[in-house]
Every structure is written in C-alpha cells, then in structure tokens.
C-alpha cells in the first residue's frame, strides 16, 4: 500500500510546543532538514551527515538526561546503518527515549534509491516484503514499537514520543516527496556548543 503520509505534517506534530526540555536528534539529509524546517531551536541537534548514528546518540543523551525527553527522528537508511543500537537501546531501557523513524523506502537524499525497507521488486508479496523496521525492533527488545501509517494515528503518535514512557519505536510510513532544503546551521562545532549550553548552561 503506498504511504499518504507527510513528513513535514508529522514532524510538525511531534515537535509541537516543545519547550526548553525536549531534545531533539535528527539522522542526516532530509529529517535534519524536516526539524528545522518545524522551527530551528538550540535543543535541535542534527546530525547534518553523519550516517547510522542518529539512535546511539539519543540513547546517550536519554541516559545523560533522565528528567529531559529525547526525541530521536531519523530515516530508514540512517537506521538500517546501525541496527546494533536497537539492541542497546532495549538492553539500556531508557524511559524518556522515543525513536521515530520516517521510513520513505528510500536513500531520500542521495537521489531516491531503494532501501532494504521497499519491497524487493517483482517478489511476490509474502517472500518479497521489506525490512520492518518495528520488528526488527520489537525483536531487539523493544516491546513498544510499531507502525504508523495514517493521518488518524499522528496525534497519537505525537502523544506517546513525548509523553509515554518508553523506550518506544515507531516507524512511520511516509511519501516521497521534494521539499524545500530548510537547513540548520552549518558549523558543527557552534552546533554542539549551542546545544551543550541550552542544556547545561554554562557548566
Ligand atoms: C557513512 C555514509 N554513507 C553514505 C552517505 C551518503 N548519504 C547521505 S544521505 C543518504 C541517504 C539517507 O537516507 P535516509 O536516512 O533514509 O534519509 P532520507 O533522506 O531518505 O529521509 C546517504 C546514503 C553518508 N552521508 N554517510
């Protein structure tokens, strides 16, 4: 079933009123694009990049910051380079870490090439289906984790990424599209600088 789903839509639902103690990682290209495009802030960290790590460093900074909610918003391939961390995650049970993971089926970025999330092509459908990435994590441990598809479950997925006490996995089936490059800024260095101090201070 090809997905209806916006990523813009739904990252907007999920970023909603964030206030000061919503952290936010985003995997590279498009969702780094998606966070700021919902409205840059000092608590957006995206990785710009930096391919397959978007969830070990939500899982770092959950741990880091038990009383902050982390929201980690990434994109099939970013998660299909580091399947190991679902494992970890599961093993490290982080209450305040939900990961969101806006699955196009696609190398958005890169020019739109299939991941292993699409249906191989010409399979028949049992044999042929993609990699499901709730199951994968559900299967690493993570026991909340699931699919979203349709506009009707977005606030309810807006609800438990922030609130519901995770981990919690969602992978949410969403369309390709050519949206405007909204980006953040550049320098990684000022980046994690501006994070560090919105979180810490000045410690
Ligand atoms: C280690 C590494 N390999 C390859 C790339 C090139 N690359 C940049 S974005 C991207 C695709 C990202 O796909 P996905 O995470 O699904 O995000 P989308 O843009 O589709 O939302 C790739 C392969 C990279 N940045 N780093």
């Not at 990424?161 to 800024?185: D, S, Y």
Request: aromatic content about 2%; charged content about 20%.
């Amino acid at each position: 079933m090809p997905a209806t789903l916006h990523r813009r839509a739904v990252v907007k639902a999920l970023m909603q009123d964030p206030g000061d103690d919503l952290l936010v990682v985003a995997g590279l290209g498009q969702c780094t694009w998606d966070i700021t495009a919902a409205g840059d802030r000092p608590q957006n960290m995206p990785l710009w990049g930096g391919m397959g790590g978007a969830a070990m460093v939500g899982l770092g900074l959950a741990l880091a910051q038990p009383r902050k909610r982390v929201l980690v918003i990434t994109g099939d391939g970013d998660m299909l380079m580091g399947l190991g961390s679902l494992a970890t995650i599961a093993a490290q049970r982080p209450t305040n870490l939900a990961v969101i993971v806006l699955d196009n089926e696609k190398f958005g970025e890169t020019g739109n090439q299939a991941t292993h999330t699409a249906p191989a092509t010409g399979a028949p459908t049992e044999r042929g289906a993609g990699t499901d990435l709730a199951a994968v994590a559900r299967g690493c441990g993570i026991a909340d984790s699931a699919v979203i598809a349709h506009d009707s479950d977005v606030p309810q997925l807006a609800k438990d990424a922030r609130t519901k006490p995770g981990p919690i996995f969602r992978t949410v089936k969403v369309m390709t599209e050519v949206l405007p490059q909204t980006m953040p800024p550049k320098d990684g260095a000022y980046l994690k600088d501006r994070f560090r101090h919105a979180v810490l201070g000045t410690a």
